[in-house]
């Protein structure tokens, strides 16, 4: 990690963060540190295009990175192969009505080329709270009573913050994802945060954008009053195959 300095947080957790403009470029997007996982503290960050991203034994860390990878809600990619498949699955999906399974199988699910998870037990706490406040959302992937696929984020206005996903069986998060940006694209919600690149969200559709340009995006979603609260019942519960 680069030894330039960058800011600690001030302990208020209404306090402002710095200027994304003054975030390292290496590393891409290191913007602060210290601070805390508070409410107050995780609502502004993801208003102002912020997230915190750190490893056990470090402090919290956060980011802003330069470009910053989206997707748009009307262009989810799944493969022709994968549609097809589709068309017979059994799966169902809902929202928010396992949000804590979604969250532990996140930081638990063994990944290709990855070792250990950055969803440290005070992160998890952290957004299970802001779950139970209505601002964190899950949406499930089912085999029958099985949870088999899953994604989280953070809703704000609107605008959906994507935070992480996981697939218990293969295509489980293909699905996940796919379900969250046909519903949100439904009601008139354009974009999902994906953060980082990686080449797997690259498949899937998801596009860089210029920092300055996504938050210029996202200002007008996040200040929309778009009430908190359960997504249960406005999601509905339908079949994995109507993706197809």
């Known amino acids: 990690m680069s030894r330039l300095p960058i800011p600690r947080l001030a302990a208020d957790p209404a306090a402002p963060f710095p200027p994304v403009h003054r975030a390292l470029a290496e590393p891409d997007g290191l913007l602060a540190f210290g601070g805390d996982l508070s409410p107050t503290r995780l609502l502004n960050a993801y208003r102002a295009g912020i997230f915190p991203w750190y490893s056990a034994g470090q402090p919290i860390l956060w980011w802003s990175p330069d470009p910053r990878l989206v997707f748009r809600t009307d262009d989810v990619h799944l493969s022709r192969r994968f549609r ?7 799966w169902t999906v809902r929202a928010d009505t396992a949000f804590e399974q979604v969250l532990i199988a996140c930081a638990t699910v063994p990944r290709a080329g990855q ?21 964190a959302h899950s949406v499930e992937v089912f085999a029958g009573a099985r949870l088999v696929g899953g994604i989280y984020g953070v809703a704000i206005g609107r605008m959906f913050f994507g935070e992480s996903m996981f697939s218990g069986e293969s295509g489980g998060s293909k699905v996940a ?29 998801a596009r860089r954008m210029a ?10 979603l996040v200040a929309e009053p778009v009430p908190a609260g359960a997504w249960t019942d406005a999601f509905g519960e339908f079949a994995a195959a109507s993706l197809a």
Do not use: C, K
């Open 115 to 135: 070792d250990g998870t950055w969803i440290t037990p005070e992160m998890a706490r952290a957004y299970a709270a802001l779950h139970r406040l209505g601002h």
């Open 211 to 220: 920092r300055a340009d996504f938050l210029a995006a996202i200002a007008p």
């Open 177 to 205: 994802l796919a379900a969250l940006a046909a519903r949100l694209h439904a009601r008139g919600w354009p974009l999902v945060d994906a953060q980082v690149e990686n080449p797997h969200l690259l498949t899937l559709g």
């Open 84 to 90: 097809r498949a589709l068309r017979t699955s059994p």
